[in-house]
């Protein structure tokens, strides 16, 4: 399993000097950097193409306000690589009540926007609260569960863990933001299920989600009282129906498939109309896919989903070399978080998914989803470089 | 130094394998299934999609074909185009308040149109402007110069008619007044100026009647048959020849495609189809004698309503026919006020829409000529037949007596002269002997000569007219009984009062009397209930005219396209055929000249100094009786050529509602007509002769 010898941890002595450099020296997984970085550059592309007419004067109003996005997500993550994310387990109370808390705020002070409270504005951009959450949840949910490790069979661990996950998913619900709340619980189970939940319990699960989605959509609103929005209502039907094209969600949902059909084998690249005439809606944020599909056709939309496959890839294998359960949970939760994103995003561009509101990680246009992503594979980053370390230097711990 | 993880670091187990390779199967699951998708949208139907997004920024704008022209037979323009700024407001930028308005406005139309005459109450008023448009309104209103009612009025108008397509609120508004709305579009919502063709008629009132207007489309025209394939918006000719011969006047509309956002803001032109200009219809009307005609008319009837035609016999071509009151057209490519429109065109003023040569009445002595062949070939009598005129005869048992006008005696007189004096006598003679045998004599060939039916004129409207029988007064005897029951059960018996009130009901088609010999006996010289209009009287003139064939009358020759070039002639059914006996045509002819050139001649003084040897008029004056207190109307119906009857035979009928005697009037203005044909002069006095 281990290829890459670490000289340095092996030979010599560790003194603190030494620990120090040897942390700047720590390994980290040049494939998952290649993927993110290919996902960065394709969005820069992206979004440059895209948003050209959007903002009058500026034509790289977007791309250069991504570019720093990135590049403070990247330090972000660089750091967090050197970190042993271990450590975070003692702040796991302390992340948990941020998680919460933060979600609290932004739906009490947060800016309206489109019709939901989901971010807090600051100087430099706007902050989203259940964007970091998945992170926070990742880890808090990892963390929770590491500590009831021997009672991993007990009904009692399941629930707990999810009513965990289920609180700032419920608190998302409200802002309304239901895609969020969605990649919640599609966290919560991926953890579950790969920390060794019995299969017993899934089942009842489902049957308890049959119920409840039943209850939500079919028997509550026949008694008057309504759990999804309007709007999502909207979503669902259009989604139902994708020849009706007479509401807005329909609208949206067929000018994205006709972006993508349109782009053929290689793409439309500069007279790619239905990204340039805004018949696309939200090209740079949750649509830019469409325009991928649009501007570069069947190559690039292939191109960026192999890098999103590359990158999932690359998490399942480090979730497998993780020095701990801790680390593993970790790297299931962020693979569940990238999967479950990739596939409702991309599927609502080309018509498989309802209209949810999910970012493109790393590709669509947005502070708080970039910097999310970032933190995420630091995370994952922190994981290799440890589980290398360790094995290295069998079992004993390295970094700060 | 930090605390170990809570598990020591255990090699994979074989459970966490499993889930991590479950986890990595779905993974690829998902991911097959939207490369399968991609795979399905951009390969396999790429080339549809990209069609789709092709035109979905692509709006096609309609761009007005010009309405090709109608000219006369020389080719001088009786209608063309000029182009007109026109303001348009579109119905889908007005709020919805403006639209529940206009929607209470077309129920309570409606709901009127269905109460029955008399009883509709005052026309619907248009409804206030809505709160939410008043300072809209009052702006725009501002710089076009017109009130804010007026727009309001013309705004729900339109939207009535035609709910879909833009509501015209003012033509021909000074560029400047253009630029100043289009520079301002986002104070204008849904205003735009267009450039628009509208008709010009540089020759005003000339025949107004047959011209005819244009207008959009309405939307019940729209559901029709006739007008499949138009679109909305369509400018199409409503009544006269613009409708007769729409379908070649009309032209194809071009495209323009334009580039536009997801929000229709322009953001470049695509390609363009250009529009055909419609087609130019070719009439048989020569304006140089139309308009001769109609001064003539003002000149000699004054402001009287009637009507005159002038056909040329041999093939039915209509050279001139004018309707009286006329009106200028031009005002009726303009939007008019309801009230401005009953001003000019309603009842009050004479009705000037109506074409009066096709209208009916009741032709007087013009008739005489129809029951004179019609008794020679049914033999009742024969042109050496002598009738002893003492100014009247007796008609029926109850000693009820027909007597000429101011019972002149014209003593013993053959059919020549009895038309050359117009003796009632001798015709009411006829009517009684044909009347006593089988066959309805004079009916017959009335009929046969286009009196009672239609003539096939190519113009919409017009009337058969009646030819009065016994089986017709029997149809509206009972139709009018039937009507009276209807409205409440009224009979004769209960008196003029109660008929009358019936009559206002709508009924008082008839008076409930049977057929008598006194009614054949009125036929027979033009009285009583039968009507023609100048256009039958003239076709039947020239059957006469041409011994048998009833030419088809028509406007209509030729369509051009817009260089000139003819395309295409327009054909028409063959002329009926009449047997006329050449020997009986001769002396109805002689008659007719005799009346119109013989010392004692009906209208022989209005052509004093006529070179009748040269230009022979067979004419006969005609003058209706409308009952009492009412004043005659004046007929006139003549035919005439220049040296043989091939070279430029016209048959001229004039008719004038209060002209008094046919030759007071009609007969004047005849003469005038012929005086322009033939490029003869003749001084066309009025005629003092008091015959009918």
Redesign the interface.
């Known amino acids: 399993m281990n290829t890459v010898p670490i000289t340095d941890a092996q030979d010599r002595p560790a003194t603190a000097a030494r620990r120090r450099s040897l942390a700047l020296a720590l390994p980290f997984d040049p494939v998952l950097a290649v993927a993110v970085i290919g996902l960065c550059v394709c969005s820069l592309l992206t979004i440059r193409g895209a948003t050209v007419d959007d903002v009058p004067g500026q034509p790289s109003f977007f791309v250069n306000r991504q570019a720093v996005y990135f590049v403070i997500g990247a330090l972000i993550a660089i750091g967090l690589s050197r970190i042993?994310y271990?450590?975070l387990?003692?702040l796991k109370y302390g992340i948990y009540g941020f998680l919460i808390a933060s979600i609290i705020a932004v739906s009490m002070l947060g800016s309206v926007a489109r019709g939901s409270r989901r971010a807090i504005q600051l100087p430099f951009f706007s902050f989203q609260a259940s964007e970091l959450g998945k992170v926070l949840l990742i880890v808090a949910l990892a963390a929770f569960l590491?500590?009831r490790?021997r009672r991993l069979h007990d009904r009692d661990t399941t629930a707990r863990t999810l009513l965990v996950a289920l609180v700032p998913a419920a608190l998302v619900m409200l802002q309304p933001d239901l895609g969020s709340s969605l990649v919640f619980i599609a966290i919560v189970l991926?953890v579950l299920?790969?920390a060794?939940t019995p299969m017993r319990h899934f089942a009842a699960l489902a049957a308890l989600g049959a119920v409840a989605i039943t209850l939500a959509l079919v028997a509550l609103p026949a008694a008057g009282v309504s759990v999804l929005h309007g709007y999502q209502k909207d979503r669902l039907t259009a989604f139902l129906n994708p020849t009706n094209t007479s509401n807005k969600e329909g609208y949206q949902q067929n000018?994205s498939?006709?972006?993508?059909?349109?782009?053929?084998?290689t793409g439309?690249g500069d007279r790619a109309?239905?990204t340039?005439?805004?018949?696309l809606p939200e090209h740079h944020t949750d649509f830019v896919f469409a325009v991928v599909?649009?501007r570069w056709?069947?190559a690039g939309?292939?191109l960026v989903?192999s890098l999103?496959?590359l990158l999932?890839?690359r998490g399942?294998r480090i979730?497998?070399i993780a020095?701990?359960?801790?680390g593993?949970l970790i790297a299931?939760g962020v693979?569940?978080m990238l999967?479950f994103q990739v596939?409702v995003n991309?599927?609502m561009t080309?018509?498989?998914m309802p209209i949810t509101g999910i970012p493109l990680p790393l590709m669509s246009y947005g502070g708080s989803s970039v910097i999310t992503t970032f933190l995420a594979v630091g995370l994952l980053q922190s994981i290799y470089a440890q589980g290398r370390a360790?094995?290295a230097t069998k079992?004993r711990?390295l970094g700060? | 130094m930090i605390e170990p993880s809570g598990d020591r670091r255990v090699p994979i187990s074989p459970g966490l394998a499993v889930r991590v390779a479950v986890l990595g199967v779905v993974g690829f699951a998902l991911f097959a299934v939207i490369f399968f998708r991609l795979w399905y949208l951009q390969v396999l139907s790429g080339d549809q999609y990209l069609k789709q997004a092709q035109t979905n920024q692509v709006r096609r704008e309609r761009i007005e074909a010009p309405r090709g022209s109608i000219v006369d037979r020389n080719g001088n323009v009786l209608v063309d185009n000029r182009l007109s700024n026109v303001v348009k407001l579109d119905p889908a930028k007005l709020p919805p308040s403006e639209k529940t308005v206009v929607a209470e406005y077309g129920q309570q139309v409606i709901a009127r149109s269905k109460r029955p005459k008399g009883k509709k109450g005052n026309p619907i008023a248009i409804p206030p402007v809505p709160a939410d448009l008043r300072v809209r309104f009052a702006r725009l209103a501002n710089v076009l110069g017109m009130s804010t009612r007026t727009i309001q009025d013309r705004v729900v108008r339109s939207l009535y008619l035609a709910s879909f397509s833009p509501a015209t609120i003012r033509v021909g508004v000074a560029d400047a007044v253009r630029d100043y709305v289009e520079e301002r579009n986002d104070q204008f919502p849904g205003v735009n100026v267009d450039r628009v063709y509208l008709r010009r008629y540089p020759n005003g009132s000339l025949a107004a009647q047959l011209v005819g207007s244009v207008s959009e489309i309405s939307d019940q025209q729209l559901k029709l048959k006739a007008y499949r394939g138009i679109t909305s918006g369509t400018r199409i000719g409503q009544s006269g020849l613009e409708s007769e011969y729409d379908r070649y006047l009309r032209g194809r509309d071009g495209i323009q495609r334009l580039i536009v956002d997801a929000q229709g803001n322009l953001k470049g032109k695509g390609s363009t189809r250009r529009p055909v200009t419609g087609r130019t219809v070719k009439l048989s009307l020569d304006l140089g004698l139309q308009r001769s005609a109609q001064s003539a008319y003002q000149k000699i009837a004054g402001s009287q309503p009637g009507a005159f035609v002038a056909m040329d016999p041999r093939t039915g071509e209509i050279l001139a026919m004018g309707s009286f009151p006329s009106f200028d057209p031009s005002v009726l490519s303009k939007p008019i006020s309801q009230k401005r429109y009953e001003q000019m065109f309603g009842a009050q003023a004479g009705s000037p829409l109506f074409n009066r040569a096709t209208g009916v009445y009741p032709t007087g002595s013009t008739f005489k000529p129809i029951t004179a062949l019609a008794s020679l070939q049914a033999g009742v009598t024969s042109p050496s037949r002598i009738v002893d005129d003492h100014a009247c005869i007796d008609v029926g048992t109850a000693g009820q007596k027909a007597c000429n006008a101011k019972n002149t005696s014209f003593g013993p007189i053959d059919l020549v002269q009895a038309l050359k004096v117009s003796s009632d006598v001798y015709f009411y003679t006829m009517g009684l002997e044909a009347g006593t045998r089988p066959g309805q004599i004079i009916q017959t060939t009335a009929r046969k000569l286009g009196l009672g039916r239609y003539t096939g004129i190519d113009l919409p409207g017009g009337a058969k007219g009646v030819v009065p029988d016994r089986a017709w007064r029997t149809r509206i005897n009972e139709q009018e009984i039937s009507c009276r029951k209807k409205k409440g059960g009224l009979s004769l018996a209960e008196g003029v009062a109660a008929a009358n009130a019936a009559a206002s009901k709508g009924c008082g088609a008839s008076d409930l009397r049977p057929w008598t010999l006194g009614d054949n006996v009125n036929t027979a010289v033009g009285q009583g209930d039968l009507q023609a209009s100048p256009l039958q009287m003239a076709d039947a003139y020239a059957a006469i005219a041409n011994g048998g064939k009833v030419p088809r009358p028509h406007l209509g020759t030729e369509v051009e396209d817009d260089q000139g070039r003819q395309l295409q002639r327009l054909q028409r059914p063959a002329a009926r055929q009449v047997k006329v006996d050449p020997a009986y045509r001769q002396v109805i002819l002689d008659g007719l000249h005799a009346a119109a050139s013989a010392k004692g001649g009906t209208s022989a003084d209005v052509f004093t100094g006529w070179p009748q040897s040269r230009l022979p008029i067979f004419g006969k004056t005609g003058t209706a009786e409308k009952g009492l207190g009412r004043a005659d109307q004046s007929w006139y119906v003549a035919y005439a050529y220049d040296g043989s009857p091939d070279r430029k035979p016209i048959v001229v009928a004039v008719t004038a509602e209060r002209g008094g005697f046919g030759a007071a009037t009609a007969a004047p203005i005849a003469c005038r007509i012929f005086s322009k044909w033939f490029s003869q002069k003749a001084s066309c006095t009025p005629g003092r002769n008091t015959t009918f």
């Not at chain 1, 498939?257 to 084998?265: L, P, T």
């Not at chain 1, 340039?276 to 018949?279: A, E, G, I, R, S």
Request: charged share 20%.
């Open positions: 042993d271990s450590r387990r003692e590491v500590d490790v991926a299920f790969t060794g000018q498939r006709i972006a993508i059909g349109s782009g053929e084998k439309r109309t239905q340039k005439y805004d018949f599909g649009e056709g069947f939309a292939a989903l999103y496959a999932i890839w399942l979730l497998t020095k701990n359960l801790f593993a299931a693979v569940a999967l596939f991309v599927g080309v018509g498989i360790s094995s079992g711990v700060f």
